[in-house]
């Protein structure tokens, strides 16, 4: 059985740690962990050697994943818009439930990217029904 290593995936230094006491940082780089914090490395938004050799050709192995994380994000709440299911958006500020982006984006996206894309969707809708840029009166 070959050694399972981790590497992150959005170009930042993730840091993964359990309550056993087990702690690291996971960069660009491939990196071994100790089986307990696997788990945790997934759930932050690492992915494992074993995983990229199943889903990648072996042209690409090696090579950076790019993700394109705005795009992954948007379709993630598109779903969540068309599914219009309870507790998918929070009811103070209208805006999509993080733990659910995450979810259905795969990976550990931050409030602000998400605030970020959906403002950006408010705006192109926004501009869709005023096309003309009229204000209101």
Do not use: Y
């Amino acid at each position: 059985m070959s050694e399972i290593k981790f590497r992150s995936i959005t170009g930042k230094p993730i840091h993964v740690a359990n309550t056993l006491g087990h702690a690291a940082q996971v960069g660009e780089e491939w990196t071994w962990l100790h089986p307990t914090l696997h788990r945790e490395a997934l759930m932050r938004g690492c992915v494992s050697n074993a995983m990229v050799e199943e889903s990648i050709s072996p042209k690409m192995a090696g090579q950076p994943l790019n993700i394109d994380t705005p795009a992954v994000i948007r379709e993630a709440i598109t779903k969540m818009l068309s599914a219009d299911e309870d507790g998918d958006f929070e009811e103070a500020t209208g805006l999509p439930a993080l733990s659910k982006v995450r979810k259905l984006a795969g990976f550990n996206v931050k409030k602000a990217e998400m605030v970020s894309v959906w403002n950006a969707m408010q705006a192109e809708l926004d501009a869709e029904n005023d096309p003309a840029g009229d204000p209101e009166d």
